[in-house]
């Protein structure tokens, strides 16, 4: 069975382009950016948070599966890798594009929780882990990509890999599951 998915966000050739443009090589795998939206489609007028904004390939995947009900917060560090979602997604009405650094920005809000929360960088994978597990709400989904080995990863990353997993899967109010695929995944979804 091919696991490509066959329906991609109208925006993506764009994104795609500009990544290049820009040599930025660390966009959504397409089988993860599926599944985005699959479980953005799975919370209609959901609240989403993505961490990790990057040219918004992911973004653009989410959007594809929300409703018109749905909102979506990006969250990234660099402005002119954003800049790129901005330019291609902006317009959508359901997206809330903040620059700032994911770790600050998750310590600063009080606002309601998420139904699902895509951790595509450090702060709320590696740092911050907690606080973005808080901001789940019950029944919610929590997803983390890049788990499997990469040839450029520092020699102590894969104990940090494999520190996360374990955090994440002692945790009682999570039931999560291990994804041996696409960039290797990690979904834990709140019960409590």
């Given at each position: 069975?091919?696991?490509?998915?066959?329906?991609?966000?109208?925006?993506?050739?764009?994104?795609?382009?500009?990544?290049?443009?820009?040599?930025?090589?660390?966009?959504?795998?397409?089988?993860?950016?599926?599944?985005?939206?699959?479980?953005?489609?799975?919370?209609?007028?959901?609240?989403?948070?993505?961490?990790?904004?990057?040219?918004?390939?992911?973004?653009?995947?989410?959007?594809?599966?929300?409703?018109?009900?749905?909102?979506?917060?990006?969250?990234?560090?660099?402005?002119?890798?954003?800049?790129?979602?901005?330019?291609?997604?902006?317009?959508?009405?359901?997206?809330?594009?903040?620059?700032?650094?994911?770790?600050?920005?998750?310590?600063?809000?009080?606002?309601?929780?998420?139904?699902?929360?895509?951790?595509?960088?450090?702060?709320?994978?590696?740092?911050?882990?907690?606080?973005?597990?808080?901001?789940?709400?019950?029944?919610?989904?929590?997803?983390?990509?890049?788990?499997?080995?990469?040839?450029?990863?520092?020699?102590?990353?894969?104990?940090?890999?494999?520190?996360?997993?374990?955090?994440?899967?002692?945790?009682?109010?999570?039931?999560?599951?291990?994804?041996?695929?696409?960039?290797?995944?990690?979904?834990?979804?709140r019960t409590a």
């Amino acid at each position: 069975m091919d696991d490509t998915p066959c329906r991609l966000p109208a925006t993506l050739p764009a994104l795609r382009a500009a990544a290049a443009a820009a040599e930025f090589t660390m966009s959504c795998d397409e089988r993860t950016g599926g599944l985005l939206a699959v479980l953005a489609a799975g919370h209609p007028g959901g609240r989403i948070l993505e961490l990790g904004t990057g040219v918004g390939e992911g973004t653009a995947w989410l959007l594809s599966g929300m409703d018109d009900g749905a909102r979506l917060v990006s969250v990234e560090l660099d402005p002119a890798v954003q800049g790129v979602a901005r330019e291609q997604l902006g317009s959508d009405p359901r997206v809330a594009f903040v620059t700032q650094e994911g770790g600050e920005w998750l310590d600063g809000y009080d606002g309601e929780p998420f139904d699902l929360v895509f951790a595509d960088t450090w702060p709320g994978k590696f740092t911050h882990l907690d606080r973005a597990l808080d901001l789940v709400a019950p029944g919610g989904t929590y997803l983390i990509d890049d788990l499997t080995p990469q040839a450029d990863w520092p020699p102590e990353h894969a104990a940090s890999v494999r520190s996360l997993l374990e955090h994440l899967e002692e945790r009682k109010d999570f039931r999560s599951v291990r994804l041996a695929w696409s960039s290797g995944l990690l979904m834990a979804v709140r019960t409590a």
